[in-house]
């Protein structure tokens, strides 16, 4: 009986590590979609919900209508209680073809996938492409990444130009943008940061259709949302690698904090240094800041993963471990936190938005565990006196 305890625990504690997959933030609850262990790719939207200590991914698994990998996903609809998978490899978990179906949005209050009808001409299935909701007007800015044989399409073309999802009205947006058109990339990070502006950082293209090119770190690509307008600064400060397949989240003081990726070196696939930098986007010209963080705590070096912010809390989970001398070495399960106050890897992080009843129960059982473990030893002690004396 123990052990058949024992090993559910371990079922249900343990999950796989996905690579490649694809996260939205609603309230307190991190919603991940799709990616690949290595052999199979998921058809499972799992979500962690930071009201619960020491929650669990696997404990939450619902199955998505297809088997999705290198999509991207934003939140959306009027209430913005709705995620949208858009893009990526979509395959048909019946047939394994791939999906004729760009669009699955999940609806986090009644639980179900809808492929929801979007007026306007559907444009080609990219992969790696960013996505960036807009809650001024509820329009979700999905920029470059790429056409490839694996998305359906002959040649591999890497895009330097929006899809725009209205997720409110459903149909596709055509918007003529001012200033100078930016590179193409794709695995770039998109974060949207004061006053409407959509930072780019980093990602790569292919050159001449064989070789590999990253993007320049410190060349910042930002788009302005109420203007319609590209833009450029050049970030000066800490020397950084250039990457793709990094994170970036807005921190509470309204700076960037980027973490993981890879650079092109010998090998495609190395591990870009130093791992969480900062890009300070509040202060012009916008600076590059490699802070020294205690290692305690810290997550291994990523790529491929997912990250998120919570009040003053990053998350990060998943991806591929880099290594300084080989393409990656395995891929990750856990959950890191990184408190953006102290700038330390933390153990657990309770949202202030979590009720106080949620607080109070949780201080309590913590107090009543203590009293408990307490009285064990207190009781142990005692016995063993009695043991002693007799
Ligand atoms: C899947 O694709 C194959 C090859 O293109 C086709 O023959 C088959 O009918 C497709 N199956 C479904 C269910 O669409
Ligand atoms: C989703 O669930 C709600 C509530 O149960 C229901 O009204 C709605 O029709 C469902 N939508 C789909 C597409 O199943
Ligand atoms: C892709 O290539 C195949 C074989 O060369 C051809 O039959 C097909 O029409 C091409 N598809 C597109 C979208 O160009
Ligand atoms: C964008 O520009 C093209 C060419 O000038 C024009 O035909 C099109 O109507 C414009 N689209 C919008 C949404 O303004
Ligand atoms: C790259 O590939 C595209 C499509 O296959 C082709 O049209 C183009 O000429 C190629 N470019 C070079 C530089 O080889
Ligand atoms: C993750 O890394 C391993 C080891 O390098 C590699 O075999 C695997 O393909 C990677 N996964 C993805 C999805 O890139």
Excluded at 12 to 35: C, E, H, N, Q, W
Excluded at 279 to 300: C, H, Y
Aim: proline share 5%; charged share 15%; net charge neutral.
């Amino acid at each position: 009986m123990l052990l058949l305890i024992l090993i559910l625990n371990i079922y249900f504690l343990v999950t796989d590590g996905r690579v490649g997959l694809t996260s939205a933030l609603i309230g307190p609850k991190l919603y991940v979609m799709g990616g690949t262990e290595g052999k199979y790719v998921y058809a499972s939207l799992l979500y962690y919900d930071f009201t619960v200590l020491f929650d669990n991914f696997a404990k939450h698994a619902t199955p998505i209508p297809v088997y999705s990998i290198w999509g991207t996903a934003s939140i959306g609809g009027p209430d913005r209680t709705k995620i949208f998978l858009i893009g990526g490899i979509m395959a048909d978990t019946k047939s394994g073809n791939l999906s004729n179906t760009l669009v699955y949005s999940y609806d986090t209050i009644n639980g179900n996938w809808t492929a929801p009808e979007i007026s306007g001409n559907q444009p080609l299935r990219r992969r790696e492409a960013s996505s960036t909701f807009n809650p001024d007007n509820g329009w979700i800015y999905i920029f470059g990444g790429a056409t490839t044989k694996s998305t359906g399409f002959n040649s591999t073309i890497f895009y330097n130009d929006f899809i725009i999802l209205d997720s409110i009205g459903l149909s596709w947006i055509n918007i003529n943008s001012s200033g100078d058109a930016p590179s193409r990339r794709a695995s770039h990070t998109a974060t949207l940061i004061e006053n409407g502006i959509i930072v780019f950082i980093g990602g790569y293209d292919l050159v001449d259709n064989t070789t590999f090119r990253i993007v320049d770190i410190n060349q910042i690509l930002m788009y302005d949302t109420k203007l319609g307008k590209w833009e450029y600064q050049f970030a000066v400060g800490d020397n950084v690698d250039p990457r793709y397949g990094h994170t970036s989240v807005l921190a509470p003081d309204g700076n960037i904090i980027v973490y993981g990726g890879k650079k092109i070196g010998d090998l495609i696939g190395l591990r870009a240094k130093p791992d969480l930098v900062v890009l300070k986007v509040t202060t012009i010209p916008f600076q590059w800041f490699a802070p020294s963080i205690p290692t305690e705590n810290a997550p291994p070096p990523l790529t491929y993963h997912i990250a998120a912010i919570i009040e003053n809390c990053m998350v990060i989970s998943y991806g591929n471990i880099t290594s300084d001398f080989s393409e990656p070495i395995g891929s990750n399960s856990e959950v890191y936190l990184f408190d953006t106050n102290s700038y330390k890897w933390i153990k657990e992080y309770m949202p202030h938005s979590a009720s106080t009843i949620i607080r109070s129960i949780q201080i309590i059982g913590i107090i009543m565990y203590i009293v408990a473990a307490v009285g064990l030893l207190v009781s142990s002690f005692l016995k063993f006196k009695k043991y002693k004396t007799q």
